[in-house]
């Protein structure tokens, strides 16, 4: 039976009062909001990891570009030296691709032109006359042969004409020597006669057929030699025509390009050479379309091969509003460029000095895409483009993705670069 105090108080109250540490009881160290937050934590740590497995990273090199027609001036060159004896052109003026821009004296070979001329002359002479005398003995040799043959034939039916008489008095005497009424002699005389007459028509048909053999050697030789001459005419021809062309070629400065003269190098008189510079001319705009024209240092150009993708950002622009243009490397120069080189492509000498001043450099060549719905013609990386027009020699940044790695790769580059270890 309970005591009164045990029916006062409930039966847990007297053990917590009891035991007041509550030893008996587990503790409850984290709550269910911490679990759930522990949880998140984890689930980010797990994705963190997977994304810098398998995630990918675009590795970019930078540089400073230009945006250009490459080789817009070029330099209009001599293929053979003389003296100048005629300019076509003065700065300013508007050439076509094959225009004469300069006749050149070339002496040497109007002298060897004219003499080839002359023994090609006493060629055709000579040829004309042997011809000539050719023909006349072969239409001679080709009459005394068809007399021969004419001759021939006549002796053939005249010995034709015998053949029957002789086989019926061969038959003849054969009948009457069998009857005793001629001798032996007589029949052998006749049959004779008649073997005589066969051979003399088998070697006239021979001679017939050797008649025929000469009429066509004679044929066949007269054909020889007039082959014979043609070539020895084609070939002093030929050599006539090189030297033409040689003098064509070396006696003028062609126009490879259309263009505009930007200057002249040369004057009437003057004495030039094989490569020389002639004139400056810029290129018409219909001929190049705008490029990009980028220079790396070399360790970054190396890294660029055609084909990668490439944003250019004018200097006129800014990148966080509009990006880039769009492009794509066509081609990457082997080895550094040289100052000259780069006058060559950008066309100023003031240009090509601030870019070489920054030390070796690849030249990377990329190819513009085009969006005509774009004021500027260009297709941008970030929206539609600024509301301007992009000119030659507009400068810029250039930004080239050489390769994608998974960032822990970058994290670890990063902390061995911090720590100073390789």
């Not at 108080?9 to 008996?24: H, Q």
């Not at 054969?174 to 009857?179: E, H």
């Not at 003098?247 to 040369?266: F, M, N, P, T, Y």
């Not at 774009?374 to 992009?390: E, T």
């Amino acid at each position: 039976m309970s005591s009164p105090q045990d029916r006062l108080f409930r039966k847990e109250a007297l053990e917590r009062l009891s035991s007041p540490e509550r030893l008996d009881l587990l503790m409850q160290v984290v709550s269910p909001k911490g679990w759930v937050a522990l949880a998140c934590l984890g689930g980010g740590i797990v994705l963190l990891v997977l994304w810098s497995i398998l995630g990918r990273l675009p590795v970019t090199v930078n540089a400073k570009g230009v945006i250009v027609r490459p080789h817009e001036v070029v330099s209009l060159q001599s293929t053979g030296g003389g003296r100048i004896r005629e300019l076509r052109v003065k700065p300013g003026d508007t050439v076509k691709a094959g225009d004469v821009l300069a006749v050149v004296e070339q002496p040497e070979l109007v002298e060897q032109l004219n003499q080839q001329r002359a023994r090609l002359a006493e060629l055709e002479r000579q040829q004309a006359a042997i011809a000539n005398l050719q023909a006349s003995f072969a239409d001679q040799t080709l009459r005394t042969i068809a007399q021969q043959r004419e001759n021939v034939l006549q002796l053939i039916r005249e010995a034709q004409s015998l053949d029957p008489v002789l086989s019926q008095r061969l038959a003849e005497n054969r009948r009457l020597n069998q009857l005793h009424a001629v001798p032996v002699d007589a029949a052998l005389a006749a049959e004779q006669a008649f073997l005589q007459n066969r051979n003399r028509i088998a070697e006239l048909e021979a001679q017939l057929k050797e008649l025929e053999g000469k009429k066509t050697s004679v044929a066949q030789q007269r054909l020889e030699a007039e082959v014979q001459r043609d070539h020895q005419l084609r070939e002093m021809r030929a050599s006539g025509a090189v030297l033409e062309v040689q003098l064509a070629q070396q006696g003028r400065v062609i126009s490879q390009r259309a263009g505009r003269i930007l200057e002249v190098a040369v004057a009437v008189g003057d004495v030039i050479g094989p490569g020389m510079r002639i004139a400056s001319l810029a290129r018409s705009e219909a001929e190049a379309s705008l490029m990009g024209v980028t220079y790396f240092p070399v360790s970054d150009g190396k890294k660029v091969r055609p084909g990668m993708r490439l944003q250019l950002t004018p200097d006129t622009v800014k990148r966080e509003r509009f990006g880039g243009i769009m492009g794509r490397v066509v081609s990457v120069s082997s080895f550094p460029v040289t100052e000259q080189g780069l006058v060559n492509t950008l066309g100023n000498a003031e240009l090509a000095r601030a870019f070489a001043g920054a030390g070796p450099l690849i030249e990377v060549v990329s190819e513009l895409e085009r969006d005509p719905a774009n004021q500027s013609g260009f297709k941008w990386s970030s929206s539609h483009g600024p509301a301007l027009a992009v000119t030659t020699g507009t400068t810029g940044a250039a930004r080239v993705t050489v390769e994608e790695v998974p960032p822990i790769v970058l994290a670890f580059a990063i902390l061995r670069s911090s720590s100073g270890l390789y």
